[in-house]
């Protein structure tokens, strides 16, 4: 298994204040593979995929990512993990401002030892003509072609998404989604996608759903309908 999370919790807050939001969350993915995280607003689909991308210390169970446990890292260590294997895009893109595309992109380029081939990343995305722009200049589903082309140009081994497409019209998501099959399709990136989006889990090889902390059902999807036949987005 390239992703195992066994019993995973998380609780914020302390004494009375403290809530558990993760209360022993158990899920795992093959290399290669596709999945969502589905379930209502609130339930911890975020912090879970955030304990997943090394971005919050966890409290308890363990998560492994490639034979790497997570538990007991360090905030250097968790660093150090994330710029290696992790890409991360997010509703709102979270571009730098002040940045052009190509300095965004940069940026995350100099982060890592083994970069993507920047050229062909930029045609690959449809970026090429677009590359001297601020964030400001693009389109919605510009600006998150360029996230995801800042995510990827680390080459990571797995891309965590959280609701992608939520502040895209129908047809930017689509061409957004189909983005993404196409990157698992080539490069062989393992994509795990926070959504509540109910036609997007279609795609996914499997679909995982959470309710109030927990996991309560893991289902296998035998035949993912392609991006571009996604109907009701
Ligand atoms: N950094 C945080 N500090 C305190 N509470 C948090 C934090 N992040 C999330 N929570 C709480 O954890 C619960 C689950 O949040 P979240 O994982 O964002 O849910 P979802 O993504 O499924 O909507 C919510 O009640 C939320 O208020
Ligand atoms: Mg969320």
């Known amino acids: 298994m390239y992703l195992e999370v066994t019993n995973l919790k998380k609780s914020y807050g ?8 993760l209360k022993g969350v158990s899920m795992g993915m093959e290399q290669g593979s596709t999945a969502s995280i589905i379930g209502s607003s609130g339930c911890g689909k975020s912090t879970l995929l955030n304990c997943i991308g090394a971005l919050e210390v966890i409290d308890g169970g363990d998560i492994q990512i490639d034979g790497k446990s997570l538990a007991g890292l360090g905030k250097r260590a ?13 509703q709102f893109f979270n571009l730098l401002p002040d940045l052009t595309v190509r300095d965004n992109i940069r940026v995350s380029e100099r982060l890592t030892d083994h970069p993507m081939e920047y050229g062909a990343l930029l045609d690959q995305l449809g970026l090429a003509g677009i590359e001297k722009k601020y964030p400001n200049q693009l389109s919605g589903g510009q600006q998150q072609r360029v996230a995801i082309a800042r995510a990827l140009v680390k080459n990571p081994r797995l891309l965590l ?27 062989g990136t393992t994509i795990l996608m926070v959504t509540h989006n109910q036609v997007i889990p279609q795609m996914m090889r499997r679909n995982f759903v959470m309710k109030d902390g927990l996991i309560i059902e893991d289902r296998v999807n035998e035949h993912p309908v392609p991006a571009a036949d996604l109907e009701g987005l």
């Open 14 to 21: 302390t004494g009375e204040g403290r809530q558990e939001v």
């Open 78 to 90: 968790r660093g150090e993990f994330r710029r290696n294997h992790i890409g991360y895009i997010f």
């Open 161 to 187: 998404c959280d609701e992608p497409t939520g502040a895209l019209d129908s047809a930017t998501a689509k061409d957004t989604l189909m983005l993404l099959e196409k990157i698992n399709a080539a490069y």
